[in-house]
């Protein structure tokens, strides 16, 4: 396995690094205070201006859908090669928006562009990568332990040439933003079928009738605006037939080729988020005196920050062999290093992200520094695309296979869970 740079990356790497320099970094706290005003003025889910603005000078720079491997419509760039660029976009939360790039777009994406029909791609797939509107993915349901998607009841009925959508969902990411012109939606369409065959995923326009957004939902008391987690019923909801995603009982199929990029993506993301928390812990231990003497000479600083770059530099290597193999092998021979980057990333965040809060004492609790909000984005991704739990129950069934004989091993169950 070879990490090094391409020419064509490297020279990404270089553009995206300045464009943070001169755009991301300064204009942080325009963002902030913009949302705050948004807030005050009645309407948190309106659109920030600084984001629209910037979007246009990436596309200028050449900085826009830099993910969808094997695709016309993409950079063409393999997962190997966007790693380190979503890693980079990851360093602020809300800075993959202005790139294109930004969960739950990415996965929604990749899902149309991987099982969407032609018509399809022209409705939907087309505005998105343009940047036109947004979307969400509609899995998660409050009535039932999502970490076992099996478990999940709403249902898609067939009636003549339309099926009706009854069902009640939540974290509905990104369903927030007025531009969301689009939900994909997993249901049961044949309760009967054998467990993995019952569900199937379906492509609704987010102002159908029936649809009502209830409320946001908050985790630890951020909500997101503009972009979102939203509460969700759908009440005989009417589409077309032919928004049904690659046939009735093919939704976990979907699932397994979403969930995957989803997941690393994330990973990438976190791994952005935990340097720049490593670079502001370092930067405040050495500005900062206490008990006659600079933090960053304490022992006990010394160690974490020591430790905080070997966690870093080993979620890194492993995420970079996931793309790797994700490359090779495709992401259901890669599922085993998916679920451990999946793991490993979220924690080592919050773990580096908790160390660098420590160093700024109270002032790291505070919204005066980007920490607080890069730590509930972190533990928010240990529930995200499936709990730590089942993902490590997933790692274990994979090492148990090993030694089981042939048959037995065809047998293990790789679960699908999205919170």
């Not at 790497?13 to 991301?24: G, P, Q, S, V």
């Not at 976990?252 to 969930?259: C, S």
């Not at 085993?336 to 160390?355: F, H, L, R, S, T």
């Amino acid at each position: 396995m070879n990490f090094d740079y391409t020419p064509k990356v490297q020279a990404l790497r270089e553009k995206l690094l300045a464009f943070f320099d001169e755009h991301i970094y300064p204009n942080e706290p325009v963002f902030l205070a913009e949302v705050a005003r948004n807030r005050a003025n009645g309407n948190a889910w309106v659109p920030t201006e600084i984001v629209e603005r910037l979007k246009e000078t990436a596309r200028a720079a050449g900085l826009w859908n830099l993910f969808l491997p094997d695709s016309e419509r993409g950079a063409g760039l393999t997962n190997l090669e966007y790693a380190p660029l979503c890693e980079i976009m990851g360093r602020v939360p809300w800075a993959p928006e202005i790139f294109n790039c930004n969960a739950p777009d990415t996965g929604n994406m990749e899902t149309i562009e991987r099982y969407g029909t032609e018509s399809q791609k022209r409705q939907w797939l087309d505005p998105l990568l343009d940047g036109q509107i947004r979307s969400a993915f509609l899995m998660t349901e409050p009535d039932v332990a999502s970490s076992d998607a099996t478990n999940i009841q709403t249902r898609i009925e067939r009636d003549g040439d339309h099926y009706v959508i009854n069902g009640h969902k939540w974290w509905s990411s990104g369903a927030g933003d007025p531009r969301c012109a689009v939900y994909i939606v997993m249901g049961k369409t044949d309760p009967d079928a054998p467990r993995h065959r019952q569900q199937s995923m379906i492509l609704v326009p987010a102002d159908a009738t029936g649809i009502t957004v209830h409320r946001p939902l908050t985790v630890f008391g951020y909500d997101d605006a503009p972009h979102g987690h939203m509460d969700i019923t759908l009440d005989n909801v009417r589409v077309p037939a032919t928004n049904l995603l690659l046939g009735e009982g093919r939704g976990f199929e979907i699932a397994q080729g979403r969930l995957g990029p989803g997941r690393i993506h994330h990973c990438m993301r976190l791994i952005g988020l935990a340097e720049r928390a490593l670079e502001l812990m370092t930067k405040r231990a050495l500005q900062r005196v206490a008990f006659g003497k600079p933090i960053a000479s304490q022992t006990v600083t010394q160690e974490r920050i020591a430790e905080a770059r070997c966690l870093i530099e080993q979620a890194r290597l492993l995420t970079l062999k996931t793309a790797y193999m994700m490359d090779t092998v495709g992401n259901k021979g890669a599922r085993g290093e998916i679920a451990m980057i999946k793991v490993v990333a979220p924690n080592m965040a919050c773990q580096v992200i908790d160390w660098a809060m420590q160093v700024h004492g109270a002032a790291g609790m505070s919204d005066d520094f980007p920490l607080a909000y890069a730590y509930t984005s972190a533990r928010t991704l240990r529930f995200a695309d499936g709990p730590d739990e089942v993902h490590r129950n997933a790692i274990a069934k994979l090492e148990l296979a090993r030694y089981m004989d042939a048959d037995a091993a065809s047998r293990v169950e790789m679960p699908v869970t999205r919170t």
